[in-house]
């Protein structure tokens, strides 16, 4: 089993920043992909980033792309998601997942969450 905890979620203005965090145990890490993903109310869980198991690869959804970043450190187990430029419609709850493979980027290949971290932008 993995186990995920997200951090670094909260309060900022349109065109602030944010960088989440999400600690890994349980799970050989550095063996398999990241990714973040987002969730309003009533809608479906989308795609943020993905990042491979050594960082080779990275995807992003394109309502982010050129402004969030996806990293990775494996010594210490954590996966990051900087966001930049945010937008009131960047506003989610989002959640760090693991994959059981080196690479990955739809949910379904994403079987392991974390609890989730509540970011919102205001205009």
């Known amino acids: 089993q993995v186990q995920l905890v997200e951090s670094g979620g909260g309060l900022v203005q349109a065109g602030g920043s944010l960088r989440l965090s999400c600690a890994a145990s349980g799970r050989p890490f550095s063996m398999v992909a990241m990714g973040w993903f987002r969730q309003a109310p009533g809608k479906e869980r989308e795609i943020v980033a993905a990042i491979s198991w050594n960082s080779g690869s990275k995807n992003y959804a394109d309502s982010v792309r050129g402004r969030f970043t996806i990293s990775r450190d494996n010594a210490k187990n954590t996966v990051y998601l900087q966001m930049n430029s945010l937008k009131p419609e960047d506003t989610d709850v989002y959640y760090c997942?693991?994959?059981?493979?080196?690479?990955?980027?739809?949910?379904?290949?994403?079987?392991?969450w974390g609890q989730g971290t509540q970011v919102t932008v205001t205009s």
């Open positions: 997942a693991a994959s059981r493979s080196s690479n990955g980027y739809r949910i379904y290949e994403f079987p392991y």
